[in-house]
């Protein structure tokens, strides 16, 4: 079956830690994005792309990082430097030129949780 | 930024009546769609309507889409325990691969 992959399902990060969100697509999207969703918020986009090798930030893209080596993969790493992560992350794909079609596929999301 | 502003907030209704849902945007859009999550999960596309059209349908759904007033409505009819979960809508403006989100309606279905 096609879809999205997020791992794990469940984070918890220390104080000063880097911690990596891990996203796969096997749906040959192009696009791939992620999202910060907290409890009875919207989702906030963090990050972005469009294509392999270029991505975008978002509107909440400072303590966040991301790469794009490989189509099928967009890691997100919540950096030290983000100073409330505490949330449920988001990862989603669409085709290139899908949204005006086919709208997003979202992965079943990470907890992220700071002890 | 988010755009989609969904009301009421919360809606809770017995088993087999009619669920309705609006959402109110503010920039122009290129289509608007709708999306369910329940609890603890992803998002799960719903519906899409363009710009042009007016109404759409799909099973038990049924958006309408007024671009003059920014607004879109959301009809879930003979709503069952299943359909219990958060609805957002969510906008996507012109050229545009983003999708800027509201923060959604919790419907409870009482069976």
């Known amino acids: 079956d096609g879809g999205i992959t997020q791992s794990p399902k469940y984070l918890f990060r220390k104080e000063g830690q880097n911690v990596t969100l891990s996203c796969e697509q096997n749906l040959n999207h192009d696009a791939m994005y992620w999202y910060r969703q907290d409890p009875g918020q919207g989702l906030r986009l963090i990050y972005y792309s469009q294509i392999v090798n270029d991505f975008q930030k978002g509107d909440i893209a400072e303590g966040y990082s991301v790469s794009r080596e490989k189509k099928e993969s967009f890691p997100l790493t919540v950096t030290s430097a983000q100073k409330n992560p505490t949330a449920f992350y988001l990862c989603?794909?669409?085709?290139?030129?899908?949204?005006?079609?086919?709208?997003?596929?979202f992965g079943s999301g990470t907890r992220l949780t700071v002890v | 930024s988010q755009q989609g502003e969904e009301d009421p907030q919360a809606l809770s209704i017995q088993e087999g009546e009619n669920a309705t849902m609006n959402c109110s945007y503010k920039t122009s859009i290129n289509n608007l769609q709708w999306y369910r999550q329940n609890s603890g999960r992803g998002l799960v596309h719903l519906i899409l309507i363009r710009s042009n059209e007016r109404e759409k349908h799909s099973g038990r759904l049924r958006v309408t889409l007024d671009t003059s007033k920014k607004s879109s409505s959301l009809l879930i009819t003979a709503s069952r325990a299943a359909d219990t979960a958060s609805y957002f809508c969510?906008?996507?403006?012109?050229?545009?691969?983003?999708?800027?989100f509201g923060k959604g309606t919790k419907l409870s279905v009482i069976p």
């Open positions: 969510a906008t996507a403006g012109a050229g545009s691969y983003q999708l800027t």
């Open positions: 989603a794909s669409s085709m290139s030129g899908g949204i005006d079609n086919y709208g997003y596929t």
